[in-house]
DNA sequence: TAGATTGTTAATCGATTAACAATC
DNA sequence: TAGATTGTTAATCGATTAACAATC
């Protein structure tokens, strides 16, 4: 969340178009829990039955609404529907943005297969790789391009988010492309802090990271209740000749 | 994060191994970027060089490096090494934890092959999946297994981490045999909130929502500085009849 | 000793939550 | 009107940040 922020003083008014980012971060979980919903055919929800779809307890859901705006009906609760579309708009998706995506390795093959690439509100237009042997693979119904095509591609399809899915090494150059091409959002799965200039938002995706996150609190339960995972044979630990899963991600 | 909370009152002392949970999410974030330094043959790093690595502050790298002990030296800067083995320590993975990956799509495919899978710490001890189309097949030096396997290799592997790549309908239930099966964390790549126990740590990764976050900025971009993403052209927004990228994950 | 840098304090900011008045 | 449920207030909690005394 590299965000330019120009935040006059003063509290948040909700005409001030100020969403508190924490909010924004659930508006994608509500619009899909709505598109549940409503998939099930339920027209009217409380935001105790919506809290509870999403994940969240409902006082937060309420002052997470409250910030676009009054759409519910006091006694009543929210038309599914409706609520749907406006949260849809908020966040941006009822209009479709373009996508391109950089390496298409075992992680790029895998997001240009996802179907359900955010319930609609985006469209891969390009995966590139700068690998020759790469370039003109079929992936689904798109073919790999050469990423020496990024520019035309970015101008010619008005791009405006790029996810990288590079191995570390080459993805701040990759970045520094991206942006000088008129990229302003970026998705990141490289293991890499990358840097880019005011004006242009970054979001990181990283496996190890979220594991290691998990690592910490398991440690921490093993005294209290369940079995300890650390194993009491002494061969058992960290000696493993398992191998450590080779590969690598190859762009 | 649905964690038990077993916290008393008062302020949090340091001996009382509680480290709030912003800052351990950025304890992996040091830890990378010290064993960075470490690859470059950087001994000693001030918390403004470390803080840059790790692309934070450095009243805040100091803040949260404060919460594990005193590991630093006035007027010096921080051994490199020595702070490295200590956040490694206090993450836990200076052990190896045993995970296992559920739902051998693409996804899971791609995570299987993921080599730097943590810069160890971890070790996959089973791909599993349903489909007994799937079963057998061999990836990298592993091979799928039946998931009705599962809970024989969470009792012999002692697994207390799951990996979820399963599409979104069978999520639930097999995080549920997994919990049952004495899992106690998991990470979530499917895109549903799933629901467990106390005392079970659950984190989700979700693309779609990441992107939508950052839908949501580029909207509100578009009016300030750069061009509107939205074309100007009526026939192509929205509109595309670029298929929307089919595929489904399919277990 | 002078310069550098940590570890900690205290102020500030933002997010969560419970409670309830407004109102369907 | 009585019951239900929203939208908002206010209290609380946790996270960030700047500043600086401690100390190498």
New interface residues.
């Given amino acids: 969340m590299t ?1 330019a922020s120009s935040r006059r003083p003063g509290p948040p008014t909700r005409t001030e ?1 100020g969403i508190p980012e924490a909010t ?2 659930r ?3 509500y ?3 709505l598109t549940a919903l409503s998939d099930n055919g339920i027209a009217t929800a409380s935001s105790e039955d919506l809290a509870t ?3 969240v307890n409902s006082a937060k859901l309420r002052k997470d609404l409250s910030y676009l705006g009054s759409y519910g009906t006091r006694g009543v609760g929210y038309d599914v529907e409706y609520l749907r579309y406006q949260i849809a708009r ?10 391109v995506i950089v390496g298409i ?3 790029g ?17 390009a995966l590139l790789d700068a690998d020759p042997k790469l370039v003109g693979e079929r992936i ?3 073919e790999v391009r050469d990423f020496a095509e990024l520019e035309d591609i970015v101008e010619r399809d ?1 791009v ?2 790029g996810v990288i899915t590079t191995p570390a090494g080459p993805a701040q150059e990759v970045c520094d492309r991206l942006v000088a091409a ?1 990229v ?4 990141n799965f490289a ?1 890499v ?1 990358l ?1 880019v200039p005011d ?1 242009v ?1 970054i ?1 990181k ?17 093993s005294g ?4 300890p ?3 009491e044979l002494p061969a058992m ?2 000696l ?1 000749d ?8 190859g762009a």
Same sequence: chains 1, 2.
């Fill in positions: 965000r178009r924004v971060a508006l994608p979980v619009l899909r829990a779809a999403a994940g908020e966040i941006g998706v009822t209009q479709d943005w373009a996508v390795g075992n992680l093959h895998a997001l240009a297969n996802y179907s359900g690439f955010g319930t609609r509100g985006f469209r891969i237009v689904g119904d798109m008005r405006s988010i008129g302003t959002s970026i998705l293991p802090v840097s004006g938002d979001r995706v990283d496996l190890s990271i979220e594991l290691q996150i998990l690592a910490y609190h398991e440690q921490r339960k209290e209740a369940a079995l995972q650390v194993p630990n960290g493993s398992l191998p450590s899963v080779g590969g690598g991600v």
